[in-house]
């Protein structure tokens, strides 16, 4: 499984309770609406990430595709029909973002992400080592690797709990906020 990972912000002129309610309509009319590959999308707001807005209030939107054949579907169906209007509302509030390509390198796609940790393989450490070191956390996390070099990061790890990546790896670890789907 592929995620299409676009982070964003909001324009200041924009109020964040608007901006937010574009998201969970075009999020809505997607999931309404799929493209052919689409399983399922989440935005999450989170502060402390220096690539997003230089750490201020940002998005991480997740869209979870099966391979990477069904990026042009994705694309194409996030502009068009049912989906044109929300997304265009949702776009039109955004003041910058940029995206990345990952996939699920261990564990399981977390429904439910309550944090976020992006961190890069240590120097020196084989991608092996790396692997058998988060081994104890990814039974309860999902480990994402970027693909082709499409994001901010290596390595993104979703958890329902805060935790501590392994002596000799760091990275940053923000909490973060459901916006989409609701209760989420």
């Not at 939107?61 to 044109?84: H, Q, T, V």
């Amino acid at each position: 499984m592929l995620a299409y990972f676009f982070y964003h912000w909001k324009r200041p002129d924009v109020d964040a309770r608007e901006y937010e309610n574009r998201l969970r309509d075009f999020h809505a009319a997607l999931t309404a609406a799929p493209s052919d590959g689409f399983s399922r999308s989440w935005s999450l707001a989170l502060t402390g990430m220096p690539w997003a807005n230089n750490g201020q209030d940002s998005y991480e939107d997740w869209y979870l595709i099966r391979n990477s054949a069904d990026l042009d579907p994705l694309n194409d169906a996030a502009i068009s029909a049912s989906r044109k209007v929300p997304h265009d509302k949702a776009a039109a509030g955004t003041e910058g973002g940029s995206a990345g390509l990952y996939r699920v390198r261990a564990g399981a796609v977390v429904d439910n992400p309550r944090f976020t940790t992006w961190f890069s393989k240590p120097d020196g450490w084989s991608y092996p080592q790396l692997l058998e070191a988060l081994q104890p956390l990814t039974g309860s996390c999902a480990l994402w690797q970027r693909q082709m070099a499409l994001g901010p990061e290596e390595f993104c790890l979703h958890s329902t709990q805060s935790v501590s990546l392994p002596s000799g790896a760091t990275g940053r670890s923000v909490e973060l906020r459901g916006v989409f789907p609701a209760g989420v």
